[in-house]
């Protein structure tokens, strides 16, 4: 079904060779009718407080005054960030914690979606199963983890006491060092089944003929998995690992409900701190100017991501 | 199923058992890492607060009690009468976010799919790149446009937000569903008197109905549970949704574990009831959608 409408899709190509824009914009009038409640509300909340944003980011807001009584500052949030201790560590947990999650989740996920593309006898349950983390709520996800973790009664610690490795109950989410590493194997707990389900829609379209095309030229299993699978994935993976990039950079939950950014600041990330250092220090035009730093990092990320997501529709293009 | 039928499965012949052994064990492991905490959490649900704060840990819970769960589920208990409410919060406040979410994406997606008007491609990718931003950056503005609306304290701050958040996916998945829905099929509706908007409700709807489906069910588990939003605009106890009531309440009784994962457990059940009800259009909309080439 998928290459018979795939062929028909190009039919729907109106020409359009913008001879006189503005007339164009004239005679496709209704065509705006339909993405209108979508752009209406896009601009009210994302506009607005993008606009907002850049403007505080130059004001200074002591704490106990009222927004409205902002003082400029000019630059001087800026400076003061980038000339902070916090700022730096903060960066580099952010840049372990996006890469690792990552990563890690999409190599487990492909592994996952690799495993289970071969029918066998149970395969639907453990789909099931290795979906759920996907779909619980993440502070359910982190009171469970935080619980499984907990420093007197945690039953990771206890297993590991049982069978000797250790000889005391340790300290994963309340130690500087085991901090990090801690929430993202949670990170990537709930993570995973997302790239599992993407690649596993993906195998779906590497076409059978190829494959045993390619072992019948004699190609091991290997071959034919770098040579013919994984080229066909590229498209998705790419579109996976931005997504995942883009959500992990993003993420709050998981940091904020299993420690607040601590011990001293080991498990702050960019999002975490700039929450903390708004609502937490009311310190409204620091958070603005990080939130800034923030955008133009992201619209760096923003133009990979976007050239991603469009690949597919100018491959249709250019056809 | 047999292992010597290569016409079936091309990837089953003798010489690669190896990776199909290293397939097994590499999904005994994930089944494992995914399993367990989440059969951890249902133990210690039916466990007593003392039975639950044991070292070594009972394995096995020696007397199972459902207290924790009649305690949140009770609405003559107080700890119950708030659970009930959240839990009826969430609801209403996922259930008109999914309705609006399809009701506004439909017709936004069908017009990035169909037309070609000046623009589109600029209009599709800001309403993808909304995606690109965290929430964070946006909470003290929403706060400050959300008083402005009078809209603080209420559930519609919340749809209003999410209804954003949940767009650019949901309409970037029913794209790709109505890219695959053939064009002809419009075209004979409209040779036969129908006009552009009766082709577009009458044709194209009832054939995308899996990709509804799928956006609804993106949104609907996305509003259930999203934190941050309701965290900041929702000061009142009675308007408290699931995650921020869960939050609050167990920061208050921090001791107990039984309560916090059966709450946990119950807040879970409705969107992995939901998703493994109707999983099969999600996979199939990211098919057929997302993933194509």
């Known amino acids: 079904m998928t290459t018979m409408t795939g062929q028909l899709s190009s039919a729907s190509e109106h020409l359009t060779r913008r001879p006189n824009i503005l007339r164009q914009m004239w005679t496709s009038r209704g065509d705006y009718l339909y993405v209108l409640p979508a752009i209406v509300v896009m601009l009210v909340v994302i506009a607005y407080p993008i606009y907002y944003t850049i403007d505080l980011s130059f004001f200074k807001t002591p704490p106990g005054l009222q927004l409205r009584d902002k003082i400029w500052v000019g630059t001087d949030n800026y400076t003061q960030i980038l000339t902070s201790e916090v700022f730096w560590k903060v960066t580099v947990n952010t840049v372990i914690w996006t890469l690792a999650s990552t990563i890690i989740a999409f190599v487990l996920g492909f592994g996952a979606a690799l495993a289970l593309h071969r029918d066998f006898a149970g395969r639907a349950i453990l789909r099931a199963i290795l979906i759920i983390p996907w779909v619980i709520s993440a502070v359910a996800a982190s009171y469970i983890w935080k619980w499984i973790y907990h420093s007197d009664f945690g039953v990771l610690g206890a297993v590991l006491v049982q069978f000797g490795f250790l000889d005391r109950q340790p300290n994963f989410i309340d130690n500087v060092n085991s901090v990090l590493p801690s929430l993202i194997v949670v990170n990537i707990w709930r993570e995973f089944p997302f790239a599992m389900i993407m690649l596993m829609a993906g195998l779906q379209t590497v076409p059978e003929q190829l494959l045993r095309a390619a072992k019948v030229d004699g190609a091991s299993a290997w071959q034919r998995f770098w040579h013919v699978t994984f080229p066909h994935l590229r498209g998705v993976s790419t579109v996976t690992i931005l997504l995942l990039a883009v959500a992990n950079f993003n993420s709050f939950i998981i940091p904020w409900i299993m420690t607040g950014g601590g011990p001293s600041n080991a498990s702050h990330i960019w999002i975490t701190h700039i929450y903390e250092l708004a609502f937490g220090r009311q310190r409204w035009g620091v958070a603005a100017a990080y939130s800034v730093l923030l955008f133009i990092i992201l619209m760096v990320l923003g133009y990979f991501y976007v050239r991603a997501l469009s690949g597919n529709e100018s491959k249709e293009h250019g056809a | ?293």
């Open chain 2, 1 to 293: 199923m047999s292992v010597t039928v290569d016409t079936v499965t091309p990837r089953s012949r003798k010489r690669i058992d190896g990776w199909r052994w290293a397939g097994r064990i590499f999904l005994l492991i994930m089944v494992l890492y995914t399993a367990l905490p989440m059969a951890w959490m249902l133990l210690t649900s039916i466990k007593s607060g003392f039975a639950a704060t044991q070292f070594p840990p009972q394995w096995w819970p020696a007397e199972p009690t459902l207290a924790s769960y009649q305690k949140l589920l009770d609405p003559q208990n107080s700890v119950g009468q708030d659970f009930l409410r959240f839990f009826w919060n969430s609801l209403f406040v996922s259930v008109v976010t999914t309705i609006l979410a399809v009701a506004v994406a439909v017709p936004a997606a069908y017009a990035f799919s169909r037309f070609r008007f000046p623009g589109r491609k600029f209009l599709f990718f800001s309403v993808l790149l909304r995606n690109m931003f965290p929430a964070v950056i946006f909470l003290v503005p929403l706060f400050i446009l959300m008083r402005w609306l009078g809209l603080v304290n209420t559930h519609g701050s919340l749809i209003l937000t999410y209804l954003t958040f949940g767009l650019p996916l949901a309409i970037w998945l029913l794209k790709g569903f109505y890219d695959n829905i053939p064009v002809q099929l419009e075209q004979a509706a409209r040779i036969d008197g129908a006009t552009r908007f009766q082709a577009f409700l009458l044709i194209v709807t009832p054939l995308s109905v899996p990709g509804i489906i799928a956006t609804a069910i993106y949104s609907f588990i996305g509003a259930w549970n999203e934190y941050i939003y309701a965290a900041t605009f929702l000061t009142k106890n009675e308007q408290l949704t699931l995650p921020v009531g869960i939050q609050r309440f167990f920061s208050e009784n921090t001791t107990d574990f039984p309560g916090l994962m059966a709450a946990s457990f119950l807040m879970s059940v409705p969107v992995v009831v939901l998703f493994l009800v109707l999983q099969k259009y999600f996979v199939r909309a990211l098919t057929e959608g997302a993933v194509k080439h």
